[in-house]
């Protein structure tokens, strides 16, 4: 008898280290994430909670998932005024009619001005 408790134990005592370990290591990837996010990003505006690591990765996701929208939208701003830009290269090229140019001209930049807002 005395020697099953004594597996019994050391059973317990080994998942209790493999259970500590991967513990461990959860922490180490929040303190990682949590430090590179706050690095990367200065205006994370959310809060850090030591101890609750789960909540500082979801924290920390949520801050780059939000920059990345931000970056998307902004890059397809960028995207709409390249093509208008292409478009008036190309209708140079087409016609040779200034007040035509210039009326085109207004319009797409009119387009790209309401579209920023």
Do not use: W
């Not at 590179?36 to 505006?45: G, N, P, Q, V």
Request: proline residues 2%.
């Amino acid at each position: 008898m005395p020697l099953f408790f004594l597996s019994f134990l050391i059973f317990y005592l080994l998942g209790y280290v493999f259970l500590r370990k991967i513990v461990d290591q959860i922490i180490a990837i929040s303190r990682t994430i949590t430090e590179r996010t706050k690095m990367d990003i200065s205006d994370a505006s959310y809060p850090f909670q030591a101890g609750d690591e789960i909540h500082d990765i979801i924290h920390s996701f949520k801050v780059l998932s939000e920059q990345v929208q931000k970056n998307l939208g902004e890059l397809y701003k960028k995207v709409a005024e390249f093509s208008t830009l292409k478009e008036l290269s190309d209708l140079c090229y087409a016609t040779f009619d200034v007040e035509e140019l210039f009326h085109i001209t207004l319009e797409r930049a009119l387009k790209l001005v309401t579209m920023r807002r």
